[in-house]
């Protein structure tokens, strides 16, 4: 019933920017598109995921019954169609001396396991161009997540986590200077939230008082034999982690801070398209990275009764790559790509506190993996608006014991073979 009544509401959406669209042609309309999506999958071993396996992470640990066989090597398989999509460009009259224009996109993909089929929005935001001066206003890509060299996995993941993966409210300011861009952008959290003492949640940003905040400049070059993109860019985050202490008899001040860099490059030389990225966090983990953070040592005794503490985050590394070939023929076109990604917890540079278990204190993804790499390669065949792919993702996570800083020791391996058939229509 909840799923349905969501649906009622959507087409009642719908139906209202259809006769937009039909009452000011050319001045103010939305123009519809988008695709139905279906994935057949499988995995060799149980994995970390999203919405019934659709969204892969990695292979999950060894873990011994008491038969001492590891419960977690299970293969398993899914078919789902939740990643079909809905878009709309949305054309408006000129204001303010700019050309307007808006964007607006959805999926069933839910926004819990709970949610599984529900419609979430996706990006919805107004872009106001003055030529060399550009605002746009609205939830879209994080500034980390580069919408012109991104995975072309078929693989809902995008690459995650070794590509930095997130969708952001924001306002940002971009100011061209011929081949340079300058982008400055100020964001919040919504579906991609921080870990912190209560979970998964954007409080933790919100009680900072302060937005994300992050600076790229790119460079971009086109020329009639290849298109060169190149960039770099870099973020400051500020959290709140509580409000009040354990005992909540008086407000808790302390916050953790991170900063992020970002280096990228793509180049497409037909029928070549080469891309990589390398990425660096702290505390990243609303980007789907690992790591996090966790309260800093301390023997002072007053800080400890209190519950007052410090904080100090989780380094990561990550990086991936892909080589992209593409070869149309008289029945359609064949694309044949390969990604490799890694990504490596690089512990704290502070020693960490433990609680009266004896077990370090982290809020985080799995800071208990030191590596993780994969390696996928796909081949797809597009037809008209019909489209075939077939990926394998073979994907390496090496767990361990967490040593004073953070990092990982005593490391041991698990992987996972997934086996992925999709097919689209666009529309």
């Not at 770099?232 to 959290?239: D, I, K, N, S, V």
């Not at 407000?251 to 398209?273: D, L």
């Not at 390969?338 to 433990?354: A, P, R």
Request: glycine share 10%; with cysteine; charged share 20%.
């Amino acid at each position: 019933m909840k799923v349905f009544s969501k649906f009622l509401v959507f087409l009642f959406i719908f139906n209202i920017l259809c006769s937009f669209s039909k009452a000011e042609e050319n001045k103010f309309g939305i123009n519809f598109g988008g695709y139905v999506k279906t994935d057949a999958f499988y995995d060799t071993r149980q994995t970390s995921n999203l919405r019934e396996g659709h969204f892969l992470l990695y292979p999950l640990p060894v873990v011994k019954g008491i038969d001492e066989n590891d419960i977690n090597a299970k293969a398993s398989f899914n078919i789902l169609s939740i990643q079909t999509r809905l878009f709309g460009n949305i054309i408006a009259p000129d204001a303010f001396g700019a050309k307007n224009t808006g964007y607006i996109e959805g999926e069933f993909f839910g926004t819990s396991d709970g949610d599984v089929n529900g419609f979430r929005l996706r990006h919805a935001y107004l872009k106001m161009d003055w030529g060399q001066t550009e605002l746009l206003i609205g939830q879209m890509w994080t500034p980390m997540f580069i919408p012109d060299c991104f995975s072309g996995v078929i693989s809902f993941n995008t690459g995650a986590p070794f590509q930095p993966f997130a969708r952001n409210p924001q306002i940002r300011l971009k100011q061209s200077f011929g081949n340079f861009s300058l982008y400055l952008t100020a964001f919040s959290q919504r579906d991609f939230t921080s870990i912190g003492p209560a979970g998964n949640s954007s409080i933790y940003l919100r009680n900072s008082g302060i937005p994300e905040l992050n600076a790229k400049i790119e460079f971009t070059e086109k020329k009639s034999d290849y298109n060169l993109l190149c960039g770099l860019a870099g973020g400051y985050q500020t959290l709140t982690p509580r409000v009040a202490n354990t005992y909540g008899l008086d407000v808790s001040n302390e916050k953790i801070t991170g900063f992020e860099g970002s280096g990228y490059f793509k180049i497409k030389m037909s029928p070549i398209e080469f891309k990589l990225q390398g990425f660096y966090g702290q505390n990243a983990t609303d980007l789907m990275q690992i790591g996090g953070y966790a309260v800093k040592y301390t023997n002072n005794v007053s800080q400890i009764i209190n519950n007052q503490l410090d904080y100090t985050p989780l380094n990561v590394f990550s990086a991936w790559s892909e080589i992209i070939s593409t070869f149309p023929t008289n029945y359609g076109k064949f694309e044949f790509a390969v990604f490799g990604g890694y990504t490596k917890n690089l512990g704290s540079n502070d020693e960490i506190m433990k609680d009266n278990s004896s077990q370090y204190i982290i809020y985080g993804r799995n800071p208990n993996i030191d590596y993780i790499y994969r390696i996928s390669p796909r081949i797809a065949f597009d037809e008209g608006k019909t489209r075939f792919a077939f990926e394998t993702e073979y994907t390496t996570a090496s767990y361990g014991t967490i040593n004073s800083k953070g990092k990982v020791e005593n490391g041991s391996s698990v992987s996972n073979l997934r086996l992925l058939l999709s097919a689209f229509l666009f529309f």
